[in-house]
Each structure stands twice: as structure tokens, then as C-alpha cells.
């Protein structure tokens, strides 16, 4: 009895004297300190976690985004073939140069597959083709320089080379390979507002052989657009941006987003419609080219940071990041004729 006594009265005099310690370890602690956003990187203070004007950004690994998609998208190659819908997966990353810098490089790739029940074809086409799956890889590299809002450099730019390579494509299920260059131009406002341009040059045709609409080229479609990039209080980013695109497109409406679901896993969506320059219609059994102007793009998909930057807390985002997205059927976009395009 009397031991347990003893051990009453100890717990006792823990718990009244409790309050006190606990009140005087947090009084201190620096509370702005302590509370920041703990998955970011503490390596100088950075609210993107690199520190102000501090190149410590973390090595290739650190700075890859892993991402899986659902996709849906129509071409001019598509014709008065509705859509195609499938699965896409790829990866996009940043890399340092050889040089000491805040320029560096961008490489990512990504494999889809689209049409998993094949297409509707047009007469004459291969039966065996349009049974087939079609396969698209995209790949990007060039050099990007983000902003740092923390120090007041305020100008984002980068400049990219797009590959295509398609195998099954359009309602003839043809091979075409294509290139395109694409550029980003921005300016950060403030922390959670940034404005600028993203635009989009051919670089080739490829041959798309059409036995019934005797269309013989195929390459990216032009496109010049404006962007209001924004950074919400929770990590999330957006982009709304409108344009303008060259015949048979006419303007140009989009939207990117991100949303972070922790430090580590993000969702992510867009849309790009591209408004047709005339009315849409089939009134001569696919012959009338009317039908195959609209362009369109929706995605959707989960994408998995490697080194917890998933979240952003200013539209500079993290240094180390790559910062165009890589190419998808939104930015590289196919138009197809006859002639020089």
C-alpha cells in the first residue's frame, strides 16, 4: 500500500508541474520556425526549399516527376474519326549543366497507348492496322531558367525541341514522325501570380498517304498563346491561357493543374480546345473537310515527386524542376493536308 501511495503522489506532482515545463518549452521555440511546411526541403529557409539565391537544389533524382494519365484527344489527322482515348505514363526532369548557373537542362519522354479496340477506317485502309493499338511516344529537352521571387528576379523563360513518333495514326493507322520547337516566357507578379507566353513552332512534315482524302503531310500546328499562371495558399498551381492557332484552328483555350495531395503525390488535369476557323460538318461522306477542324485535348492523372516537391508555395516553384511540361497532344498538336502546309 504504501508503495503504491508513493507512486500516486509522484504522478501527481508530474502531472501538476506538466503545464509549467510544457508552457516554458514553447515559449522557447520559435512558433514561425517550427510550424512551416515540414516536407519541404530545410536547407536554407527558401519557401521552395533551396534557399533564397542558393544553388543547393538536389540532384536529377530529386528534381523527377513520374506521372500516369488517362487521355483523350482529335487531330485534323483524325478526320471524321470521332477521338481517340487511352493510357499515358512518362516522366519529366531537371538536370544541372557543366556550367555554374541558374540555366539548366530538361529531358522527359512518355509512352501512350491509344484506340486499345482499334478505329473505324476509311475505305481501303489496312484492316489489320486499324485493329491495332495505336502507340505514341513523346519526348522533350531543352533549357529552362525559372524565376526567384524571393530575390526579385522575376523572369521565367525556356526553350524546348518536341519529338512525335506515332505509330497507328488517324483512321488510316500511318507511322509519322514530327518535330516542333516550343518557348515559355514569364513573369512572376508576385508570389502567387506570374503572367506570360507559351507558343509552339513546326519544325517538319511527315508523310500521311490517305487513299481517300489524298492528304500527303502531317505536322505540329502552330500556336501562340497567353498565360495567367497562379500559386493557391495550399500548393496548388494553375494556368488559364487563350490564343491564337494558324488554319484550320482559329483560337485557342486551355487550362493546367496541379493540386498536392501530400509532399510526395499531386493530381493533375488540363484541357486545350482549339476553336475551328470554319463549321463543323460531314454533308459529302467524309470528304467534306469541314468536319475534321476541331482540335482538342483533356487529361487527366496522379504524378509522383521522388523528392517531395509536389507542393509550391510561390508560382517560382522549386529551381531544380523542369519548367515546361513535357509535350502532350495539347502543345503539340498535328495538322494535315495536302501541299506545303
Known amino acids: 500500500m504504501n508503495q503504491r501511495l508513493a507512486w500516486l503522489a509522484l504522478l501527481t506532482s508530474a502531472l501538476a508541474a506538466g503545464p509549467a515545463w510544457a508552457a516554458g518549452w514553447m515559449s522557447s521555440i520559435d512558433t514561425d520556425q517550427s510550424f512551416t511546411n515540414l516536407s519541404a526541403p530545410q536547407d536554407g529557409g527558401s519557401p521552395w526549399g533551396s534557399g533564397c539565391c542558393d544553388d543547393c537544389i538536389g540532384n536529377w533524382w530529386e528534381n523527377t516527376a513520374i506521372f500516369f494519365a488517362s487521355d483523350s484527344w482529335r487531330t485534323r489527322a483524325d478526320d471524321d474519326y470521332p477521338g481517340n482515348f487511352g493510357f499515358r505514363t512518362g516522366f519529366n526532369t531537371g538536370l544541372a549543366g557543366c556550367w555554374n548557373g541558374p540555366i539548366r537542362l530538361q529531358l522527359g519522354a512518355s509512352f501512350a497507348g491509344y484506340d486499345l479496340s482499334g478505329r473505324d477506317g476509311d475505305f481501303g485502309a489496312d484492316p489489320f492496322s486499324n485493329a491495332s493499338i495505336e502507340q505514341q511516344i513523346f519526348s522533350t529537352f531543352g533549357f529552362y531558367k525559372r524565376s526567384d521571387i524571393c530575390c526579385d528576379e522575376r523572369f521565367a523563360w525556356g526553350a524546348v525541341i518536341d519529338l512525335l513518333y506515332d505509330n497507328n495514326l488517324g483512321e488510316e493507322a500511318r507511322e509519322v514522325f514530327n518535330r516542333q520547337a516550343r518557348g515559355y516566357l514569364g513573369y512572376a507578379w508576385d508570389e502567387a501570380n506570374e503572367f506570360g507566353t507559351w507558343f509552339a513552332f513546326q519544325l517538319n512534315w511527315a508523310r500521311y498517304i490517305s487513299d481517300t482524302l489524298g492528304r500527303t503531310r502531317v505536322r505540329g500546328l502552330d500556336q501562340v498563346n497567353f498565360f495567367w ?113
Not at 253 to 279: D, E, H, I, K, R
Request: hydrophobic residues 35%.
Open 229 to 341: 499562371h497562379h500559386n493557391w495558399d495550399f500548393g496548388a498551381d494553375t494556368w488559364v491561357y487563350a490564343g491564337g492557332a494558324e488554319e484550320p484552328g482559329e483560337w485557342t483555350l486551355g487550362l493546367l493543374g496541379q493540386a498536392p495531395l501530400n509532399s510526395s503525390v499531386a493530381l493533375f488535369g488540363g484541357f486545350t480546345y482549339v476553336v475551328p476557323s470554319a463549321p463543323s460538318g460531314d454533308p459529302n461522306f467524309g470528304l467534306d473537310q469541314n468536319y475534321s477542324e476541331s482540335y482538342w485535348n483533356l487529361t487527366f492523372g496522379i504524378v509522383w515527386y521522388p523528392g517531395c516537391k509536389a507542393s509550391n508555395n510561390s508560382v517560382s516553384g522549386y529551381r531544380g524542376l523542369p519548367l515546361l511540361p513535357l509535350a502532350d497532344n495539347g502543345s503539340f498538336m498535328l495538322k494535315a493536308g495536302t501541299g506545303d502546309l
